[in-house]
């Protein structure tokens, strides 16, 4: 028997009690941390698209209707194909302003052997390239040689396995970072490669790509603005003189998207306050009922001799116990949450989600965990506080 | 060996021609080695407030207690915690389980407040236990224990230390007449072996064990 243990037996052997307050805390620190890191990933995830994307202006079809084409393409995950002339590829890089320009080809494939649904397969030239050669992963190759990939984040293949695409075993020679988007889930490689699957899927009566290729037409191009020039002004351009194109600026095409996420972080920094205030106020209720159902307890002890320091310390002690153990468990069912199913988060909230880097997480973990064993504790030296101003013998006489 | 001066115990509370009222009107007690003093009275003539206030549990409104001569309210909180440790035995009335230890752990707590738990505190626990005939009981906790049982506990807990004063309030206040007599005849063999024992009871038969029997009424304090 030793009086140091004295806080775990009360805690042990008051499992409902013990139970009760863990589960409190535990919501308090699943709430600070999953609020937290939702808001981190979905900024995160718009900064990556912003950066991954590249390309200042991006011009497509006028079949492509809308941006939301390319929207669906990139954040809905949901594999298209649309085409232009390769002339206007031209005409468009002869313009005033155009650092860079680079055209991307489309296609769609059916289920593959990696994936349990359909992916995008883009086809880029690496000579012009300059969206996806940046992102490739170290010890990747920059060129991807015939039915050779460059694979997203999310595909379910490492440098050196293969992937069927049309009856075609094509290999994976390098893997890009991952963007938090559906982009993850797309492969990329040379033009060659595509049309060697074009022709792999008319053997295998694909007939919707029957006339596309590629050195006749692309999807999409991408363009990257001359500094000093100004961006809305080679959009203008181009939509002026270019007839059934469409030039979209990729801020833009982008605003519908930092616009949801602008409401969604609002709203979900709102939750997490309300959340976060709510439960602080059932703590210390349920802590101040607690200190009432205690008082005799606390009574008895003081009577056998302990003093209102070492009360001071078994109330401290129980309630550091409670908050590392809520907080920790808290904060590990909101990791275990968030990260196995930020894309399945992505795909329902149509919005990027790029979770935060180890070390950020950390930051976040140890915050979270500082500010609720604070918490505990101020509740904790709340309660000795006013244990301590009534007088053991005043206590004892209120239960008889 | 012990004594009381003066003191008092004013609650606030309305009254007639006050704000407040008292509980222990000022008086003085004596209490002397060896000796069991029982404390009678009707309910809420102020014998609990008494004796809380002799064991350092209520702060008195006025006067002093003494042990020797030792002030007990000059004390600071960690020194009267401790003294009333290693000097005082309290039982106080009703059921004062701790409920997260076993009947076992709550008789040693008191061993282990400002110690190491010593095996002769082990051994004189378990003496304890047998002689209030509640050892059977030593690994249940206190939810499953009958209100005697409890009460027996308290006891056994209030005299692990060996303390040299008792305050007992209504030590026998669950227990039928065998174990009433058993606690009685206790104290009163504690008390011949140098301890003194101050309790409140309604028990007629306490007080052919008693040296000292004092009547309260209306917080005032007079000989039986």
Same mark, same amino acid.
């Given at each position: 028997?030793?009086f140091r243990?004295?806080?775990?037996k ?7 009690r013990s139970f009760a307050?863990?589960m ?8 600070m941390l999953?609020?937290?890191l939702?808001t ?7 900064n ?5 994307l590249g ?7 006028d079949e492509?209707?809308?941006?939301k084409?390319?929207?669906?393409i990139l954040?809905?995950?949901v ?5 232009m002339d ?8 002869n ?12 296609l ?9 649904m ?14 996806? +050669? ?8 920059d060129?991807?040689?015939?039915y ?6 999310d ?5 050196g396995? +293969? ?9 994976v020679?390098a ?5 938090g +988007? ?10 060659? +490669?595509?049309?060697?699957?074009i022709?792999?899927?008319k053997?295998?009566?694909f007939?919707?790509?029957?006339e596309q290729?590629?050195d006749?037409?692309?999807?999409s ?11 809305q002004?080679?959009v ?5 003189h ?5 030039a ?6 982008l ?7 602008g ?5 979900t920094?709102?939750l997490v ?5 709510l439960?602080l ?5 349920y802590f101040?009922?607690?200190i ?8 008895i002890?003081?009577?056998m001799g302990?003093s ?5 310390k078994?109330?401290?002690?129980e309630s550091?116990?409670?908050?590392v153990v ?6 590990i069912?909101t ?21 935060p880097?180890?070390?950020?997480v ?9 500010v ?10 709340y309660?000795?506080?006013s244990l301590?101003?009534?007088d ?5 006489r209120e239960?008889? | 060996m012990?004594?009381?001066e ?7 509370r309305?009254?007639?021609n006050a ?5 222990v009107n000022?008086?003085?007690i004596e ?5 069991v003093?029982?404390?009678i009275?009707?309910s809420g003539?102020g014998?609990?407030? %008494? ?9 008195p ?8 001569d030792k002030?007990l309210?000059?004390?600071s909180d960690?020194?009267l ?13 009703g059921h004062?389980?701790?409920f997260?230890?076993t009947v076992?752990?709550?008789? %040693?707590?008191?061993?282990v ?12 626990a378990?003496? %304890?236990?047998q002689?209030l005939?509640?050892?059977s ?18 006891i056994?807990?209030a005299l692990?230390?060996?303390?040299e ?8 206040g669950d ?7 058993k ?7 504690l008390?011949d072996?140098g ?14 064990y008693?040296?000292n ?5 209306s917080?005032?304090i007079k000989?039986a």
């Amino acid at each position: 028997m030793k009086f140091r243990l004295l806080p775990f037996k009360n805690i042990v052997n008051q499992p409902v009690r013990s139970f009760a307050l863990i589960m409190m805390v535990m919501l308090l620190s699943m709430s600070m941390l999953g609020g937290t890191l939702i808001t981190q990933s979905l900024r995160r995830g718009l900064n990556s698209l912003e950066t991954r994307l590249g390309a200042d202006v991006i011009v497509v079809p006028d079949e492509a209707a809308s941006k939301k084409d390319l929207e669906s393409i990139l954040l809905d995950g949901v594999p298209g194909y649309f085409y232009m002339d390769r002339k206007y590829y031209d005409e468009i890089a002869n313009k005033e302003g155009i650092r860079k320009i680079s055209a991307q080809y489309y296609l769609a494939s059916t289920k593959a052997g990696c994936c349990s649904m359909p992916i995008q397969i883009i086809g880029y030239d690496p000579d012009t390239d300059f969206t996806v +050669t940046p992102w490739i992963k170290e010890n990747g190759a920059d060129r991807p040689g015939m039915y050779e990939i460059v694979a997203g984040y999310d595909i379910n293949s490492d440098i050196g396995g +293969t992937i069927r695409f049309f009856d075609r075993e094509c290999k994976v020679v390098a893997k890009l970072d991952k963007t938090g +988007t559906q982009l993850d889930n797309a492969v990329y490689t040379g033009y060659d +490669t595509i049309k060697a699957l074009i022709d792999a899927s008319k053997e295998n009566s694909f007939k919707f790509f029957s006339e596309q290729n590629p050195d006749d037409i692309v999807s999409s191009i991408l363009i990257d603005v001359e500094d000093g020039y100004d961006i809305q002004s080679v959009v203008d351009d181009i939509n002026v003189h270019e007839k059934k194109v469409q030039a979209v600026a990729t801020k833009n095409m982008l605003s519908g998207v930092s616009d949801s996420l602008g409401g969604i972080s609002d709203v979900t920094r709102i939750l997490v306050v309300t959340l976060w205030i709510l439960i602080l106020i059932i703590l210390i209720i349920y802590f101040s009922s607690m200190i009432h159902v205690r008082r005799k307890e606390f009574a008895i002890l003081r009577v056998m001799g302990v003093s209102q320091k070492m009360m001071a310390k078994i109330v401290f002690m129980e309630s550091i116990i409670i908050s590392v153990v809520g907080a920790m468990a808290g904060m590990i069912l909101t990791v275990i949450m968030i990260y196995p199913f930020s894309n399945l988060i992505s795909q329902q909230t149509g919005l990027p989600f790029l979770t935060p880097s180890a070390g950020n997480v950390a930051v976040n973990v140890a915050v979270t965990f500082l500010v609720i064993v604070a918490a505990g504790t101020l509740t904790a030296a709340y309660e000795a506080l006013s244990l301590s101003k009534t007088d053991a013998g005043l206590v004892l006489r209120e239960g008889n | 060996m012990m004594r009381a001066e003066n003191i008092s115990k004013k609650y606030p509370r309305q009254t007639k021609n006050a704000n407040y009222f008292f509980a222990v009107n000022p008086m003085s007690i004596e209490i002397h080695k060896g000796s069991v003093t029982e404390i009678i009275g009707r309910s809420g003539s102020g014998k609990t407030t %008494l004796i809380h206030m002799l064991a350092g549990l209520i702060t008195p409104s006025e006067g002093k207690v003494y042990f020797g001569d030792k002030d007990l309210y000059s004390l600071s909180d960690s020194e009267l915690s401790k003294f009333r440790n290693q000097y005082f035995g309290v039982i106080p009335q009703g059921h004062t389980g701790l409920f997260s230890l076993t009947v076992y752990e709550n008789v %040693l707590l008191p061993s282990v407040l400002y110690k190491n738990m010593e095996s002769k505190d082990e051994e004189y626990a378990m003496e %304890l236990l047998q002689m209030l005939e509640i050892d059977s009981l030593a690994g249940e906790y206190p939810k499953s224990l009958s209100g005697g049982e409890i009460r027996r506990m308290a006891i056994a807990r209030a005299l692990i230390n060996r303390p040299e004063v008792i305050f007992a309030d209504e030590p026998t206040g669950d227990l039928d007449d065998y174990n009433t007599e058993k606690v009685l005849k206790l104290f009163r063999k504690l008390a011949d072996e140098g301890m003194s024992v101050v309790m409140v009871t309604h028990e007629s038969e306490a007080k052919k064990y008693c040296d000292n029997i004092y009547r309260m009424d209306s917080g005032n304090i007079k000989p039986a």
